[in-house]
């Protein structure tokens, strides 16, 4: 039975060399082959062509594994497995053998038992040899291989060519390919939020598209979950939900590896959630997170910014840690947990997946090779997303940190507020303050508010960023990049501090600071800000006024009483009422169905 096949860069989805193979000069790549000159050599003790050993045994009945290669030529072919020890790599090749004359055709070799991270080496030994891939499997009865059917759950909202071009890819690997294991086993729900999918293109037996309410991610994908529940009444089959954004770039073999873990867990895990690391789709090799904690609030992105084309990272990714939640960029769990009474909660978006992880979640499986590519976080900067903040936040901190009660939230308020006020962003102040009033107003009120029209309402109420050569400041590379490095420390900070961060002296001039990594620096006596971003070369214009920022900090002191009076009670109330907002029937008349 395959455990993983071993994958090529594509042009379409990534085309980093070495998450895929090592390679010397005397190897070269060619589509999805490699040719060799004798001495050539291929490693495959990378991101995507290695195995988690300790996990695969660790979470499933793996037996012992075997490797299959489509060579021609003749090959020294050694395997091996690496672990990290502390600072060190320790290696050790478990088998070794040679191959002659062997005219393009399969050979299988069996891993010794090993443990850590396993791979296969090649070393080509006569002038012409060639290796064309190949797989890792292993030796299972079929009474030990669950059943398994995924369903997957896609929310999108004006994304159409991200979900023409995954559907696509799933089509054609998947659902229209009887040589794949997933063959039958899956099927795609896609809620539109934005009514822009062309359904009757899409739709087949296997993709099915609903038309849905624009109340956020966190409706979507309830959407998703609501009709996978629902089939499943008229045709029981589908034994696991997949959410995925809809902005995301998907290799199909991720689907496949999700499955096969899937079909091997052992009884003690039947209940996992298997997660997907996210990549950074303008840098493929770096990962943003893979598996994250959520702190009451502070959230930690975990094994963040390591460069998965290094052997030392991938060893470390393997390394496993305190996880709380799996955002849903690739999310994959037991419908047993997706019950009529067990939805999530109505936040529109940002702390959907947060919150629900908390809830449900006990283990969350991480392996090599299982990921997503996805627009890195600092790129997707929004100024809405302010009123969402502390409102999402304090919600979660309700349900599941009773202990976080008005005086840490009231010392997070002021945090926020000051920062933005420093920034001369004093529309995310009111966003802020908004989102907190919201909260504090119960949920009664969640229960009976129109997230599309707040929605609207916020978007409006935020800055909107521009192209640069519509704004009334000039913009200068340089001075942006030198933004970026500016930092004070010392004497010179305490000075700056001293004085408001410069409210309390005039203004020199105007400056450039990067729109989601400004620091108070950036606006230390600055007139105007022309807040950048280098992805979309957009930005917008915030201006020092310290008659609003006298404003934004009276509307912080008067929320800090609000909060004073009410935040406990409020808390509370989530704790004790949030059912009526996690179940079908209430989702149903949410979402107008």
């Known amino acids: ?3 993983q096949n071993i994958l090529w860069p594509r042009t379409d989805i990534c085309m980093k060399e070495e998450l895929y193979f090592r390679t010397n000069k005397k190897a070269v790549r060619v589509g999805e082959e490699i040719r060799f000159t004798r001495g050539g050599c291929v490693s495959g003790d990378t991101y995507f062509n290695s195995v988690s050993v300790d996990k695969w045994k660790k979470y499933t009945t793996m037996g012992k594994i075997s490797l299959t290669l489509t060579l021609k030529g003749d090959f020294a072919i050694r395997l091996g497995y690496k672990k990290k020890v502390h600072d060190k790599i320790n290696e050790s090749i478990v088998l070794e053998s040679c191959i002659h004359n062997v005219g393009l055709q399969s050979v299988r070799l069996d891993f010794p038992e090993c443990n850590g991270m396993a791979f296969f080496y090649l070393e080509a030994l006569s002038v012409d040899g060639i290796f064309k891939g190949g797989s890792y499997s292993v030796e299972a009865s079929q009474a030990n291989v669950r059943d398994v059917r995924i369903g997957a759950a896609i929310c999108t909202y004006r994304r159409e060519k ?12 998947i659902l229209e390919n009887p040589n794949s294991e997933l063959y039958g086993n899956l099927e795609v729900f896609v809620a539109d939020n934005g009514h822009t999918l062309d359904a009757d293109k899409l739709t087949n037996e296997k993709i099915h ?3 849905n309410k624009n109340a956020g991610g966190a409706a979507g994908f309830t959407r998703g979950m609501i009709e996978i529940i629902e089939m499943n009444k008229q045709r029981a089959g589908i034994t696991h939900i997949l959410v995925m954004d809809d902005d995301i770039i998907l290799d199909p073999e991720v689907l496949f590896r999700t499955y096969r873990i899937l079909t091997m867990l052992k009884e003690e895990y039947v209940d996992a959630f298997i997660g997907g690391a996210m990549m950074r789709s303008d840098v493929g090799n770096i990962q943003t997170e893979s598996g994250a904690s959520w702190n009451a609030g502070k959230l930690e992105s975990l094994k963040q910014n390591m460069d ?6 991938c060893l470390y990714n393997e390394v496993e840690e305190y996880t709380e939640y799996n955002a849903w960029w690739y999310c994959c769990f037991p419908i047993s947990v997706a019950r009529e009474d067990n939805l999530p909660m109505p936040v529109f978006i940002r702390g959907d997946d947060v919150e629900y992880g908390l809830r449900n979640m006990k283990t969350l499986i991480l392996m090599n090779g299982i990921c997503v590519w996805h627009e890195t976080f600092e790129n997707k900067y929004s100024s809405s997303l302010f009123y969402y903040i502390l409102r999402n936040q304090f919600i979660d901190n309700a349900l599941h940190f009773p202990e976080y009660g008005k005086k840490e939230a009231i010392k997070e308020v002021r945090g926020w507020i000051v920062r933005e006020i420093l920034y001369y962003r004093y529309k995310n ?4 303050v908004r989102g907190v009033r919201d909260f504090l107003k119960g949920i009664d009120w969640l229960k009976t508010s129109d997230g599309e029209k707040i929605n609207q309402d916020v978007m409006a109420g935020g800055y909107k960023a521009q192209p640069i050569e519509k704004l009334p ?10 933004s970026l490095k500016e930092r004070d420390s010392g004497l010179r900070r305490l000075l700056r501090l001293a004085c408001g961060n410069g409210y309390l002296l005039w203004a020199k001039s105007d400056n450039i600071a990067p729109m989601s990594k400004i620091c108070p620096y950036n606006a230390y006596r600055a007139k105007r800000i022309l807040n950048y971003d280098v992805t979309t070369q957009k930005g917008f214009i915030t201006e020092r006024s310290r008659k609003e920022a006298i404003r934004c900090l009276k509307e912080m002191l008067k929320l800090s009483l609000e909060m004073a009076r009410n935040y406990d009670h409020i808390a509370e109330e989530y704790r004790n009422r949030c059912k009526e907002v996690q179940n079908i029937s209430f989702w149903k008349k949410y979402l107008d169905l």
């Open 162 to 173: 991200f979900v023409e071009r995954n559907l696509e890819a799933i089509r054609k690997a």
């Open 429 to 432: 102040v009111d966003l802020l």
């Open 473 to 482: 400041l000039p913009f200068h590379y340089p001075e942006y990049e030198k």
């Open 308 to 313: 998965m084309s290094q052997v030392d990272a």
């Open 209 to 211: 598209i609903f038309t």
């Open 1 to 3: 039975m395959i455990l």
